[in-house]
């Protein structure tokens, strides 16, 4: 198992987002409105590129969505996916102007229209992601393994190999679940197996909390081990905030070396300040910085000197007052009124020395 280095895969190409080899991980998310309203799924689509996202699935419900495809593409920036079920031929006319197609084998049909769809994607050019679900398993492999990770990794290898003998190699990989253990065991089991690139997510994981939980689990777990090459943190909820927890996911577990990272104090009873609305406010009021670097916001003396050693600048509140400090040296003590301001400043003016 590797702990660090990503697995080596072969790199594919989704509009302008390289997908797999050396690539940055891509953060993925989807839209909820009907497709074929251009207008909600383009302002949809445009909350997403704001809040970061790097390539946008859509559904394809009826023949309606699937010709809507063409204008929504020339009205937006992001690299489009279109999500197909059951019927194969939303693919073919999907596949005229989208940057990528998603099949579940486990309902698309027969091996002559899973061909249809891959000699629609070859003649354009564009990949095809094999999602593979533990909730809808072709009956084959669901009667012999169960909605088990066997049974998932069986339908992937079946699959990879079904296209492969159609002479198509262009692909990209998804095995999710709505739990954490079988997803993080059928992405292990198939990693070693293929080289494609692999998207990560857990299926219908629910609101934000629980979302929040299951995919900082199996998603961070697995980039830990080296394994993801693009993911979608899926939540019933805000699309913003699908986009927010990948990035933090990407961040906390070391794959994404941009913005921020936050290190505060449990509450305890060391405490000299209201805490919880004091680093909320630090958050809202802080601009949008890419360059990485760790802030440390502490409620006492006692924790702030040892942590703020390993951040680039730190700010300890005290009783009335608190410290600013920066790579473990003290830069001052401000009033608490002037604290906040003297922070972001200090926040700033290190963001341009890194840039440096």
């Not at 997510?201 to 081990?225: H, N, Q």
């Amino acid at each position: 198992m590797q702990t660090s280095n990503r697995y080596p895969t072969r790199e594919i190409q989704v509009g302008g987002v390289k997908i797999g080899g050396n690539s940055p991980i891509s953060v993925q998310s989807m839209t909820y409105s009907k497709t074929a309203d251009i207008k909600a799924t383009k302002e949809q689509i445009d909350r997403l590129m704001f809040a970061g996202c790097d390539i946008v699935r859509v559904a394809v419900s009826d023949e309606e969505d699937a010709k809507a495809l063409k204008e929504l593409k020339t009205c937006i920036s992001l690299p489009l996916v279109a999500d197909i079920h059951f019927r194969y031929k939303f693919a073919l006319i999907a596949a005229e102007s989208v940057d990528c197609i998603r099949i579940n084998p486990g309902n698309i049909g027969s091996k002559e229209k899973i061909k249809a769809v891959v000699d629609a994607c070859k003649q354009r050019d564009i990949p095809i992601r094999i999602g593979v679900n533990a909730g809808s398993l072709e009956r084959a492999f669901e009667n012999k393994y169960g909605a088990t990770p066997k049974g998932m990794v069986e339908s992937a290898l079946y699959n990879i190999k079904l296209l492969e003998d159609f002479g198509f190699s262009n692909l990209k990989v998804s095995l999710k679940a709505s739990d954490v253990e079988r997803t993080l065991e059928a992405y292990r089991m198939l990693r070693p197996l293929v080289d494609y690139p692999f998207h990560l997510g857990v299926t219908e994981a629910g609101d934000l909390e629980s979302s929040m939980i299951k995919s900082s689990m199996a998603l961070g777990g697995l980039l830990l081990e080296g394994i993801g090459d693009t993911m979608r943190v899926s939540i019933t909820g805000e699309l913003e905030k699908e986009v927010e927890v990948a990035r933090s996911i990407l961040r906390y577990s070391g794959r994404q070396k941009e913005g921020i990272t936050y290190i505060s104090c449990p509450t305890c009873g060391r405490l000299q300040a209201d805490l919880v609305p004091l680093l909320q406010e630090i958050k809202q009021r802080m601009p949008t910085i890419k360059t990485p670097m760790q802030l440390s916001i502490m409620g006492c003396a006692v924790n702030a000197l040892g942590e703020a050693k390993h951040a680039d600048v730190a700010i300890a509140f005290g009783n009335g007052d608190g410290l600013i400090i920066k790579r473990g040296e003290i830069v001052g003590k401000y009033k608490e009124s002037e604290l906040i301001d003297v922070f972001i400043q200090e926040v700033l003016a290190t963001e341009q020395e890194l840039k440096k």
